[in-house]
């Protein structure tokens, strides 16, 4: 076997391995492919070596001297100890300023413990957020690398060539910052994506209950949204999904599909870090939890018979008037979940002091990934404009689109409520939404009570420093600071 001369190697040939690996070798690059199991390396070698040229590695030694230096190394294998078990495997054949890249759904947590030990053995770790899925692997994901500004000059030009690439012809990747950024961005895009799909599906609900539409209809319904302001990914698969027809049995493939949500763990890492961070992210909770509910069947077979309205659909021309008013429920409630998302990577950033560029990470999402839309190069130019933009509700395009939006946005919660259908994501966005809007929230009195029961303190609206009140007796106040 030729030695040196692969620029990128990619160990862990399952399905999302080896469309990464066939992606880097349909762009021009030698790439050394290497598996646990070797028959899978051979596989893939016959099956598609004249996509171009591979370098079949039995061993790990063989990998890795099949590599110039800097060696570039993938590693695409499950989360957690199969990783490090890897990284085991690899480092001590390394030498200092090769790098070792996990591709992989990984903790941020994980990758800044691995990144900061493998410096100091002189090694780069880079953890990178891919997102496409297996299509998107093969054809141009979008792809989040952090680690090293010395990483990203290696490895940087390789990824920009296999990334999606956007309208405009920019690669959809770019270095979001050191250590462990990529892998929290990835997992905050997972996060709306959560969010996303949950709004959709209750715009689905809302419709064939509703408004009395069909599957097919509603299909329809979702082509025509996807065709304004509502063009993205989610929304054209969505449409597809829907007017797909069950072949055995003839009846609209939504029917025929038990209707509970699986999950592998990102969302719900969005949630508990977000919690950690004191960052509101309740539309993404609730798609989160939405999940959740829909999986435990002996609590909703144990609440069938509750009291409740029955949903009863609507006469034919008000229909499409009420779809209309969805339309406008489900955008707004969108972009609530984009500038959930983006506030907690803000306030990542500041935590691990990454300085992440918000505007930057609009743009790598704006092709290749899941949640790929249209209002993305919104979101970007909102961000080029206003680095240091507080909320997305705070640019004025998007408040004037919301304030345009509620009437509706309003009347679907409402028909929601009377009909008895749940839409946990609508109701949370729109809660968010009028929480920040509100000049005054109800907190003062949670901030009493806090005092009362535990002597926690709180603040006055018109002076300075903590106070806490002697409850007993003379309800006299105390200053504390």
Not at 90 to 111: C, Y
Not at 116 to 121: A, C, P, S, W, Y
Not at 161 to 185: L, R
Not at 325 to 342: M, N, P
Request: glycine share 10%; hydrophobic share 40%; proline share 4%.
């Amino acid at each position: 076997m030729s030695t040196s001369t692969a620029q990128i190697g990619v160990t862990g040939l399952a399905v999302m391995g080896s469309n990464l690996a066939r992606n880097f070798a349909r762009n021009g690059f030698t790439v050394a492919v290497h598996n646990r199991t070797e028959a899978r390396t051979t596989a893939l070698v016959e099956e598609f070596g004249h996509e171009g040229t591979f370098v079949a590695a039995g061993s790990a030694k063989e990998f890795v001297d099949a590599l110039e230096r800097p060696r570039r190394i993938v590693v695409m294998v499950k989360a957690g100890e199969p990783t490090d078990a890897v990284i085991r495997e690899f480092a001590p054949l390394l030498e200092e300023g090769d790098v070792i890249i996990d591709g992989g759904n990984a903790h941020f947590e994980d990758t800044r413990r691995r990144e900061r030990e493998l410096r100091e053995r002189g090694l780069h770790f880079v953890g990178v957020g891919i997102s496409g899925g297996e299509e998107g692997a093969l054809l141009g994901p979008s792809i989040m690398p952090g680690g090293s500004t010395e990483s990203y000059a290696s490895l940087g030009p390789l990824l920009e060539k296999i990334s999606a690439k956007a309208a405009d012809g920019t690669p959809c990747t770019s270095h979001v910052g050191p250590d462990g950024a990529g892998h929290f961005v990835k997992m905050v895009h997972n996060g709306i994506e959560y969010a996303d799909m949950q709004l959709i599906a209750e715009a689905y609900h809302l419709l064939r209950e509703v408004a009395g539409y069909s599957p097919a209809k509603i299909a329809e319904t979702f082509r025509a949204w996807n065709r304004g302001r509502l063009d993205s990914y989610l929304i054209e698969i969505t449409a597809e999904v829907l007017a797909h027809t069950d072949a055995s049995t003839g009846r609209p493939y939504v029917d025929v599909v038990a209707d509970a949500a699986e999950q592998k763990g990102t969302g719900r890492w969005t949630v508990q870090i977000a919690l950690d961070l004191g960052v509101p992210v309740s539309g993404i909770a609730e798609a989160v939890f939405a999940r959740a509910v829909s999986g435990h069947a002996d609590l909703r077979t144990a609440a069938r018979g509750l009291a409740g309205p029955t949903a009863t659909a609507l006469a034919p021309e008000e229909a499409e008037a009420f779809a209309a008013q969805v339309e406008q429920a489900l955008y707004a409630s969108k972009i609530v979940s984009y500038t959930q998302g983006f506030h907690q990577i803000r306030a990542g950033s500041e935590e691990y002091g990454w300085n992440v560029d918000l505007g930057a990470v609009a743009s790598l999402w704006r092709g290749g990934c899941i949640i790929r839309a249209a209002f993305l190069d919104r979101i970007r130019a909102a961000y080029d404009a206003r680095p240091e933009l507080p909320s997305l509700l705070a640019d004025t395009h998007f408040a004037e689109e919301i304030a345009a939006a509620q009437e509706g946005w309003r009347s679907v919660l409402v028909a929601a409520v009377r009909q008895g259908i749940p839409v946990p994501a609508f109701a949370a966005s729109l809660a968010y939404y009028d929480a920040l809007r509100t000049e005054r929230l109800p907190a003062a009195l949670t901030q009493g009570q806090r005092d009362f029961f535990g002597a926690h303190t709180y603040r006055r609206t018109d002076r300075e420093g903590s106070f806490h009140t002697l409850w007993s007796g003379d309800r006299s106040e105390v200053r504390t600071s």
